[in-house]
């Protein structure tokens, strides 16, 4: 299967800062990227499908001004988390796909912890 | 609205038994079914079904879809302690290649 990763895969920060997270595919080409939170004992929950050379797509809820989504190349794709609040503590996770198959590749994911 | 929806929330069985997961969904402009197991990271792909009635087997793990009833199930025959983890299902549904996730199964096999 095709190889996605992700970096950091552990931060922590301080309440107000900000924290970049790159998401790579790093063995195929993907226009679409996918970016998910998850909660402790919660399911993957979509915040926003990320297209190269276009703007994201950010589902009901997200908001778009704080969760920064850049698709640079075919091959990255960062979120930036701005003015981070303890609240944003979650597991963020990307994945790459969407070719024929449908079936999506994850990055090892990245826990974030605000405090 | 889509929805998925797992059953059961959470399992706990012995070495060696065999166990069924259950995953049904109600989404509009259905594309196809994937399962996924998740230890302590990220999500490891199964299978996808987008077919009714065609099993896909892997090893131990097999499973089915049912277009008609709305419904996939997830077999683990012989269950190894290594299978204890969050098994998840989700529905690629329209065009965007969106993922509806169900909320999993944690399963726990022990000895």
């Known amino acids: 299967g095709a190889v996605v990763s992700q970096h950091p895969s552990w931060v922590i920060c301080k309440s107000g800062t900000s924290v970049k997270i790159e998401c790579r595919s790093l063995?195929?080409?993907?226009?679409?990227m996918f970016w998910y939170r998850q909660f402790p004992k919660q399911s993957l929950m979509l915040m926003a499908t990320?297209?190269?050379?276009?703007?994201?797509?950010?589902e009901q809820g997200v908001e778009k001004d704080k969760f920064l989504i850049n698709h640079a190349s075919l091959t990255l794709s960062t979120l930036t988390v701005t003015s981070a609040h303890p609240e944003d503590s979650s597991f963020y996770i990307c994945?790459?796909?969407?070719?024929?198959?449908?079936?999506?590749?994850f990055g090892p994911g990245t826990r974030l912890t605000v405090t | 609205e889509d929805k998925v929806v797992q059953s059961p929330l959470s399992l706990v069985v012995h070495e060696g038994d065999t166990v069924t997961l259950n995953c049904s969904y109600e989404?509009?402009?259905?594309?196809?079914l994937l399962w996924y197991k998740q230890e302590k990271k990220a999500p490891t792909f199964l299978f996808m079904l987008?077919?009714?009635?065609i099993e896909k087997k892997s090893g131990r793990l097999s499973s089915i879809l049912d277009k008609k009833e709305l419904f996939s199930i997830l077999n683990i025959t012989a269950t190894q302690t290594g299978d204890s983890a969050v098994y998840l299902c989700?529905?690629?549904?329209?065009?965007?290649?969106?993922?509806?996730f169900g909320t999993g199964t944690r399963l726990q096999v022990t000895l």
């Open positions: 989404v509009t402009n259905f594309r196809s």
């Open positions: 987008t077919s009714s009635g």
């Open positions: 989700a529905v690629h549904t329209g065009t965007a290649s969106k993922l509806t």
């Open positions: 990320s297209n190269e050379g276009s703007k994201a797509t950010y």
């Open positions: 994945s790459a796909g969407g070719g024929p198959g449908y079936e999506q590749y």
């Open positions: 063995d195929f080409q993907a226009t679409t």
